[in-house]
Nanobody, 120 residues
Framework: QVQLEESGGGLVQAGGSLRLSCVASGSIMFRANGMGWYRQAPGKQRELVACISSGGNRNYADSVKGRFTISRDNAKNTVYLQMNSLKPEDTAVYLC?????????????WGQGTQVTVSS
């Protein structure tokens, strides 16, 4: 089993910044896994925000390009999402995901999520 635990969410004003963290534990070869951040707002479908492959390749949703940065620290089994210039439309529960394929792909393991609320 794999466990993912997110942290770093909160309430921030528009234009502010937050950094989310996701720590992976359990039966995982973290450095070989692809990692992703997704978000789900009330009444909306879950969507990919950013992902990073085992080799460090990154993909972003168009809505966050230039504002968000995904990174990983394999020594700490942790993936980060630096969010700058936040907008009210970024308000959502942010969830961490991992997959054994190693690239940007939606795997079967999810964290519980962390709430991000951006006020206008």
């Amino acid at each position: 089993q794999v466990q993912l635990e997110e942290s770093g969410g909160g309430l921030v004003q528009a234009g502010g910044s937050l950094r989310l963290s996701c720590v992976a534990s359990g039966s995982i070869m973290f450095r070989a896994n692809g990692m992703g951040w997704y978000r789900q707002a009330p009444g909306k479908q879950r969507e990919l925000v950013a992902c990073i492959s085992s080799g460090g390749n990154r993909n972003y949703a168009d809505s966050v390009k230039g504002r968000f940065t995904i990174s990983r620290d394999n020594a700490k089994n942790t993936v980060y999402l630096q969010m700058n210039s936040l907008k009210p439309e970024d308000t959502a529960v942010y969830l961490c995901n991992t997959n054994e394929r190693g690239y940007c792909y939606t795997g079967r393991y999810w964290g519980q999520g962390t709430q991000v609320t951006v006020s206008s």
